[in-house]
């Protein structure tokens, strides 16, 4: 099995900034890609940023120019720097990542159990 912790969620006024960590540990070969996500409150769970283990990234347009997703491959753990914040992005934060548990198995996605960001204005 595989676990991810995320951490560094909390209350923000806009503008601030945050930076949000996601470790995974447990049964793991490889790590794929890594991701956050986010859900608001009645709202679907929507991409926010993804990284490959080579380090490419793909971001949603709502965070492009604010936030940066990296990652630390030898600590299997991502982060998102939140910087510029708004009250839109008061979410649910939740990171993923696409494991390969040993070198003959298939890939199997894992998610964090969320972190909650809040931006008052």
């Known amino acids: 099995q595989v676990q991810l912790v995320e951490s560094g969620g909390g209350l923000v006024q806009t503008g601030g900034s945050l930076r949000l960590s996601c470790a995974a540990s447990?049964?793991?070969?490889?790590?794929?890609?890594m991701g956050w996500y986010r859900q608001g409150p009645g709202k679907q769970r929507d991409l926010v940023a993804v990284?490959?283990?080579?380090?490419?990234?793909n971001y949603a347009d709502s965070v492009k120019g604010r936030f940066t997703i990296s990652r630390d491959n030898a600590k299997n753990t991502i982060y998102l720097q939140m910087n510029s914040l708004k009250p839109e992005d008061t979410a649910d934060y939740y990171c993923?990542?696409?494991?390969?548990?040993?070198?003959?198995?298939?890939?199997?996605?894992?998610w964090g159990q969320g972190t909650q960001v809040t931006v008052s204005s």
């Open positions: 993923n990542a696409n494991v390969v548990a040993t070198w003959f198995a298939a890939e199997n996605a894992y």
């Open positions: 990284i490959t283990s080579g380090g490419s990234t």
């Open positions: 447990g049964r793991i070969f490889k790590i794929n890609t």
